[in-house]
């Protein structure tokens, strides 16, 4: 039981911060989602889910960009292969020890 | 979004969650029942139509209109619902999103579910279902026949409704359809008047079903901005 426990010591810390964590779990879900989307099924603010991209972005875990559909700017958010190597190796931690 | 998050991370599965998280992205702004109901309800018209143009003798002018109304609704039915049909129907869907709703809702494109295994799966079983029914039809006399097929497509459509919808509003339309199948079949009206109806009932209810879920959907985004 112990081994299991310290298992979450080697947990991944960016990923493991709530807001990170629901974006990362939004777009393991998803193909590719806009930041409205993310906005909306997030509930964070516009300027709190932006910090928290840049930094799952800075991590190589989410890959993202900025095109145009018509005249709306569009911020398009994807999972990257790391992203989701990440997030199944969390999940699975988190299954094993609790 | 968020509470189902909340309400369903504690109980279902990780895959599970996220399918149901695109079910309801999918279904949230009420589009896609919008044009399912309006599918059946031109079907309902073509099953009205040949009803009364088939009461009587059958000129030719009859006969061409009959041909020609149930050539479009075979074709438009087939590009809606069949697979490569649906990806036409996906595409309207996608078009119809990205041009009027995108500034709104955001855009979110989900994973195919569907792989080909599970489609050919699904393509056997309707055969078998088809070869069943008409080999069902030659041993029951036609009015039994009739009565058991309105209720077992209004049990089918019903339950198909209820279990892949999820959402309370598809369980309400399922218990309906069910209860639509059971009346038609056991109505005394002519075959085709019956499917007229059976299509007309559950096309509007669709259609107005997704109409308010629309309605509700813009005036909440409207609401946040």
Redesign the interface.
């Known amino acids: 039981m112990s081994e299991k426990i310290q298992t979450l010591a080697g947990i991944d810390r960016i990923v493991h911060e709530p807001a990170r964590l629901m974006i990362v779990a939004l777009l393991a879900a998803v193909d590719e989602a806009d930041f409205q989307y993310l906005h909306q099924a997030t509930g964070l603010t516009k300027g709190n889910l932006s910090v928290h991209l840049s930094k799952l972005e800075e991590a190589g875990y989410v890959a993202i960009q900025k095109t145009f559909r018509g005249k709306y700017p569009l911020t398009l958010c994807r999972l990257t292969q790391r992203g989701g190597e990440v997030f199944r190796n969390y999940r699975k931690v988190m299954r094993a020890a609790l | ?2 509470s189902l ?1 909340h309400r369903s991370s504690s109980t279902a599965a ?1 895959d599970a ?3 149901r ?2 079910q309801d ?1 999918h279904l949230r702004d009420g589009l896609p029942e919008i044009v399912v109901g309006g599918i059946l309800l031109l079907v309902a018209a073509q099953s009205y139509t040949m009803a009364v143009l088939l009461h009587g003798g059958l000129l030719v002018l009859k006969r061409i209109l009959i041909l020609v109304w149930t050539l479009l609704v075979i074709a438009l039915t087939f590009s809606s619902f069949s697979i490569p049909g649906a990806t036409g129907t996906g595409w309207l869907l996608r078009w119809l999103r ?1 041009r009027y709703l ?2 709104r ?7 195919s579910e569907w792989n080909k295994r599970q489609l050919a799966l699904l393509g056997g079983i309707g055969l078998l279902v088809a070869t069943a029914l008409l080999l069902v039809r030659r041993e029951v006399a036609p009015p039994l026949f009739d009565r058991g097929l309105f209720i077992a497509i209004g049990v089918f459509v019903g339950g198909i409704e209820a279990l892949v919808g999820r959402h309370p509003r598809f369980r309400a339309m399922g218990l309906l359809t069910v209860a639509c199948g059971i009346l038609v079949g056991f109505s005394r009206l002519p075959l085709q008047l019956r499917f007229a109806v059976f299509y007309a009932f559950t096309g509007a209810m669709a259609l107005i079903s997704g109409a308010i879920v629309l309605a509700r959907f813009l005036r909440a985004n409207a609401e ?1 901005e």
């Open positions: 979004m968020m998050l990780p969650l996220a399918r998280m695109m992205t990205r995108i500034s809702s955001g855009y979110v494109k989900p994973r946040e």
